[in-house]
Nanobody, 120 residues
């Protein structure tokens, strides 16, 4: 399985970005997907997760109401819509495939990351 994240970039505070993560291989719909992020000098942290069907989602408290995770199983792609971005959202964002969870250890496959920079 290979995960290819894209959509990062530079945006002003209050702006929006939509990240995408395309998965290779079969059985995409058999796995939960998650987004994590890692800011400079900090550990990688959970952002959002979505179940196999897409019917259930979970968010880290600081992004609730601003970020939305979704998936299109026909396209083997998971998305992260990020609105009302803040400078503290600046990080490298990683998509991951595994078991529905907020814990890094529950995800087996990881993408290469895409950088999101939010200027104040």
């Amino acid at each position: 399985v290979q995960l290819q994240a894209s959509g990062g970039g530079l945006v002003q505070a209050g702006g929006s970005l939509k990240l995408s993560c395309a998965a290779s291989g079969r059985h995409f719909s058999a796995y939960a997907m998650g987004w994590f992020r890692q800011a400079p000098g900090k550990e990688r942290e959970f952002v959002a997760a979505i179940t196999r069907s897409g019917l259930t989602t979970n968010y880290e408290d600081s992004v609730k109401g601003r970020f939305t995770i979704s998936r299109d199983n026909a396209k083997n792609t998971v998305y992260l819509q990020m609105n009302s971005l803040k400078p503290e959202d600046t990080a490298v964002y990683y998509c991951a495939q595994g078991t529905y969870s907020s814990r890094r250890r529950d995800y087996k496959y990881w993408g290469q990351g895409t950088l999101v920079t939010v200027s104040s």
